[in-house]
């Protein structure tokens, strides 16, 4: 048994070969939809070793070949790590070759796994790649010095936006800096919300505020309350860090499409509507509001109002998912909310726009240029699921799981958002129909051309 597929894309092979020898590039290459997650990143091709977890408290080592590697041309990784290598028998080994003006990769994979149960993944790589290049050929266009290699300073980024944004970042060049609540390891720095230290953000260019309590949950008190307190007060004493720092130039933080209200009906929302009200309306004004210090003190500040994320490994779809494949999804009610939803790599795309582009500042809707209602959105899942969806689903099961203000909030908000502000500066989306997104996240896109696969 094993897998062979090849594909062109158009870039030079070294920068190709660069972007592979970068930190985050295994991550950037590692589909949410399958049960693994890096660990750890090996630090080169030709030696290194890198971790994935996998479930039941299971690892995959992946120790990099040397008699197998050859700079700039090819690369090969073994399995070392009982159970996994005794049942895959795993050695896969990429060569980079010129084709025309650009690359022709081709994966070969020696394993006892099923050819077949491995297209979906190596269609997700052979896809991601070619989109992240073509994001940091356009990043590049965005910043005023394209060489210039910046310190990035994060919260949150161990969460799912902030390991996929800090891989982006780590593979376009960027230093990425952690900064945790836990004793810092290499490359990260200790951060006490409640009082940070003086010297936090020393050498930092940007700072990008992903940290909060997760929104999803009962709108009881004692939620609702760290919802806010997560939020307002952290921000306020890192904004007043940037506003002192000599180095910072910019604050991207974390904010979110609740500010204009759990149902504007078939309203178009930009980022010049007036907010709506409502709990998560009252939090994310204040939460905004809280970056007043470094935005008073002339630093540049983006507020990136985020939608429904399309993600195959957090959030909400896995759980719509889980629920559609047992034949049982379908729309909430008549299915005539809004849903805004973003697709994971766009959502991250936002960010590492707002991080290099000097004129982008103030809020920012991340959300698809095409909303769709709740009644498509189950159509569309349901058919990248290959299952039905004409069950109407009761309105009383979200307000069992998250309250009635909660589920009004969340699971039933209708908000009609676009991305005026990306929009105005000619921002690309990899992902503008619901359907293409869906199928990058849970597996269901083909190879690239040239189509060569061969699967035993």
């Known amino acids: 048994m094993g897998f062979h597929a090849s594909h062109d894309i158009p870039f030079p092979r070294q920068l190709v070969w660069d972007w592979h020898t970068r930190p985050g590039a295994v991550t950037r290459l590692t589909p949410s939809f399958v049960p693994m997650s890096v660990t750890q990143e090996a630090d080169n091709l030709a030696t290194g070793t890198t971790t994935f977890s996998l479930p039941a408290g299971l690892t995959w080592v992946a120790r990099h070949d040397l008699a197998h590697y050859r700079s700039g041309a090819q690369f090969s990784d073994v399995c070392l790590t009982a159970p996994i290598k005794q049942l895959a028998n795993w050695r896969h080994t990429h060569t980079f070759t010129d084709v025309g003006g650009g690359t022709r990769i081709t994966d070969d994979v020696a394993t006892r796994v099923p050819g077949k149960l491995l297209t979906s993944t190596f269609a997700y790589r052979q896809r991601q ?101 997560s939020r307002v007060g952290p921000t306020t004493r890192l904004a007043q860090l940037v506003a002192d720092s000599p180095s910072v130039t910019a604050l991207v933080s974390a904010s979110a499409i609740g500010y204009y209200g759990a149902d504007r009906g078939d309203e178009e929302l930009t980022e010049d509507s007036d907010r709506g009200d409502g709990f998560l309306a009252d939090v994310v004004s204040d939460w905004e509001a809280a970056t007043a210090p470094a935005r008073d003190a002339g630093k540049r500040v983006v507020t990136v109002r985020t939608g429904l994320s399309m993600n195959g490994g957090a959030g909400m779809l896995p759980l719509l998912s889980a629920l559609f494949s047992t034949g049982l999804g379908g729309a909430f009610g008549d299915g005539s909310m809004w849903a805004s939803w973003v697709a994971q790599d766009d959502l991250t795309d936002v960010y590492a726009h707002a991080v290099v582009d000097e004129s982008l500042a103030g809020p920012v809707n991340a959300v698809s240029p095409a909303p769709v209602t709740n009644r498509e959105m189950a159509d569309v899942l349901a058919a990248e699921l290959n299952r039905p969806a004409r069950m109407p689903l009761p309105t009383f099961g979200p307000a069992m799981l998250l309250g009635r203000e909660g589920a009004a909030e969340l699971a039933l908000a209708s908000q009609r958002v676009l991305p005026g502000r990306l929009r105005s500066v000619g921002h690309t989306f990899r992902f503008d129909a619901l359907a293409a997104a869906l199928a990058h996240e849970l597996g269901g896109e083909a190879l690239l051309p040239p189509g060569d696969e061969e699967v035993g």
């Open 129 to 229: 790649l070619l989109a992240d290049l073509q994001f940091l050929e356009r990043l590049a266009a965005l910043s005023a010095d394209p060489d210039r290699r910046l310190t990035v300073a994060m919260t949150g980024a161990g969460g799912s936006v902030g390991t996929d944004l800090r891989a982006q970042l780590t593979t376009a060049g960027h230093e990425v800096i952690r900064l945790v609540r836990r004793d810092p390891a290499a490359g990260e720095r200790r951060w006490n919300p409640e009082q940070p230290a003086a010297d936090l953000l020393d050498g930092v260019d940007v700072l990008v505020h992903l940290a909060g309590e997760p929104i999803f949950g009962r709108f009881n008190d004692a939620h609702k309350d760290a919802i806010r307190d």
